[in-house]
């Protein structure tokens, strides 16, 4: 098993505000990953793109994507479909030239649409996708990354049917989505249990603490705003030894406000546990 942690996006450490310097700055502070964040939009170039790649060789840092926030695949406006596709194709297209993985994607929102249109939209939209993607020739695939919000499409079981349905679609587990979801509650060993249907060979996650709030009515929450995991909301322990207990290949990325600070915490718990990192 092999174990990668890094911030969402540059260091605060950062000798420079580049990606580069960025993906530099992670090998430095003894750090193996990143994610790339066009969460504002998709302004790399094609040719910077492809020197994060050279960089990402360089300096054994493994690189995702964060495609922009700008997207809801489930508009009843065709034009807002359209361009959310845009984003994401555009993002996938810079992902592959800089050889990362996956671009996680905040997928949409329900608005009026009842659950069961709503799942068979995504997957319109998610076939379409993954067609362009093949035709191109990328090899960065698209993850939807589960949701934070009750009103969002993104529970595990959601993003899971696409993901069988649609080949080429992935799952990135965000630990806080999850937790603010179900009111501040959490079981890592369900949380994998309900994804082994997919029977992925690497896991990409995202963690962080956060702040939410109770969805009247409903028994869930909203996310609120991301903080520091030494508010151990959720816990990050349980969720390392869970990790080791099933020996899974994972990327995790901290959305802690303090980036790279918090995946320096996180591997320090997995050092403590036994986890020896080979860098």
Known sequence: MKIFLGPAGIPITAKGNSSIDGIKAVSEIRLNAMEIEFVRGVHMS??????CGEAMKEFNVKLSVHAPYFINLLSEKKEIVEASKKRILDSVERGSLMSANIVAVHAGYYGKLGKEEGIERMAEQANDLTDKIKSNGWKTFVGFETSGKVKSFGTIEEIVEICERVKGCGIVLDAAHIFALQ????DYSEMFDRIKPLKLEHLNMHFSNIKWRPVKATGAGNEWYHMEIKNNQPPFESLAKE???RKIDVTIISESPVLEQDSLVMKKV???LGYKFNF
């Open 243 to 245: 990790i080791l207990k």
């Open 270 to 272: 997995f050092e403590k």
């Open 46 to 51: 094609s040719q910077l793109a492809k020197e």
């Open 183 to 186: 009111a501040g509650r959490i």
